[in-house]
């Protein structure tokens, strides 16, 4: 079983900066790629960022450019990801969930972490 434990929310002020982690423990699950999602308030969840187990990345049109994910320990059954967020915005506040596709296109969810832009 998969576990994913994502970290790093809080409260920053408008054009500050905070970097999210996700943690996956993956108990021999292979995997394709890691995603990060976003869920505001009222409004369905969306995607952010994703990143395949060869380190291509592709963003969102609203944080392209501001945000960065990038992936560590594909290999090795405990792969991390992270998303570097700068000049954030009040619109970017949001419970932040990381997700893991496996090698079957299965999809394991974390728990979130909430993400509060404002001054």
């Known amino acids: 079983q998969v576990q994913l434990v994502e970290s790093g929310g809080g409260l920053v002020q408008p054009g500050g900066s905070l970097r999210l982690s996700c943690a996956a423990s993956?108990?021999?699950?292979?995997?394709?790629?890691m995603d990060w999602y976003r869920q505001a308030p009222g409004k369905q969840r969306e995607w952010v960022a994703s990143?395949?187990?060869?380190?291509?990345?592709?963003?969102?049109v609203s944080v392209k450019g501001r945000f960065t994910i990038s992936l560590t320990n594909a290999r090795h059954d405990s792969a991390t990801i992270f998303l570097q967020m700068d000049s954030l915005k009040p619109e970017d506040t949001a419970v932040y969930y990381c997700?893991?596709?496996?090698?079957?296109?299965?999809?394991?969810w974390g728990q979130g972490t909430q993400v509060t832009v404002s001054s």
């Open positions: 997700k893991l596709l496996d090698l079957r296109y299965r999809a394991y």
């Open positions: 993956q108990n021999g699950v292979g995997m394709s790629a």
């Open positions: 990143v395949t187990y060869d380190n291509s990345t592709s963003y969102s």
